[in-house]
């Protein structure tokens, strides 16, 4: 079993529809990282959470440490958020550590 | 902000050949960490360099190797390529004060 679980692995929208990724880890971490990774193949950073929720424009991001449990949402998607979308996390006491990643989840949004 | 930059793109070798792969810092950045993803997986760590050590290594053979210079920039080395070592190879640069991570856009080599 994987550290960092991510459900659903593919994922399609219409646009404008709220959109939930879950990420389940196994393992006592330091901090949680949602990335957005496009076909070219860079990584964007979105969020870095040790608790609570954060929020950046349509993009909100909520953690669980008791549950171990993230969630991202997007608030009206549109077509420009189809991307790779990845939770990592970092295991043990650092937040500038090796990153442990999740297989991502493919999000697609249909105009 | 000078952003993470690596070189090259794209990169075709042949096996058994030996690669270098490149990667700045973001500005104020004191470490950078080397990540490989294989197609349709997530990244997996390599090592990370900090003070011009490794700081962290993954699960990889030692014919993967690495330098971080004084201006922290990194250098990945992979030596006696094989077929699997086809790959995207990412570079995120940190900070020990926190902040989060930069990634490059990656270096995608094919092995043939």
């Known amino acids: 079993k994987n550290e960092v679980e991510q459900s659903p692995q593919n994922l399609t929208a219409q646009e404008g529809e709220f959109i939930t990724i879950n990420c389940s880890y196994s393992?006592?971490?330091?901090?949680l990282h949602w990335l957005q990774q496009h076909p070219g193949g860079g990584i964007v950073s979105l969020f870095m959470?040790?608790?609570g929720k954060k929020k950046h424009g349509r993009l909100i991001a909520t953690i669980n440490i008791q549950e171990k449990h993230s969630s991202l949402h997007i608030t009206a998607s549109h077509p420009r958020d189809s991307a790779v979308y990845i939770c990592?996390?970092?295991?043990?006491?650092?937040?500038?550590?090796?990153?442990?990643f999740g297989q991502g989840t493919i999000l697609t949004v249909h105009p | 902000e000078t952003g993470v930059t690596q070189s090259p793109t794209h990169l075709i070798k042949t096996r058994g050949q030996q690669v270098t792969l490149r990667c700045s810092s973001q500005?104020?950045?004191?470490?950078v960490s080397w990540y490989q993803q294989a197609l349709g997986q997530g990244p997996q760590f390599i090592f990370q360099?900090?003070?011009?050590?490794?700081?962290g290594r993954g699960n990889f053979p030692p014919r993967f190797s690495g330098l971080q210079f004084p201006n922290y920039s990194s250098e990945l080395n992979v030596n006696a390529l094989e077929l699997d070592d086809s790959a995207l190879y990412l570079c995120?640069?940190?900070?020990?004060?926190?902040?989060?991570?930069?990634f490059g856009s990656g270096t995608r080599l094919t092995v043939v």
């Open positions: 500005s104020g950045h004191n470490t």
């Open positions: 990592a996390v970092n295991v043990g006491g650092t937040s500038y550590g090796k990153l442990t």
């Open positions: 360099y900090y003070r011009e050590e490794e700081n």
């Open positions: 959470l040790s608790s």
């Open positions: 393992v006592g971490i330091s901090a």
């Open positions: 995120a640069s940190s900070s020990v004060g926190g902040g989060g991570y930069t």
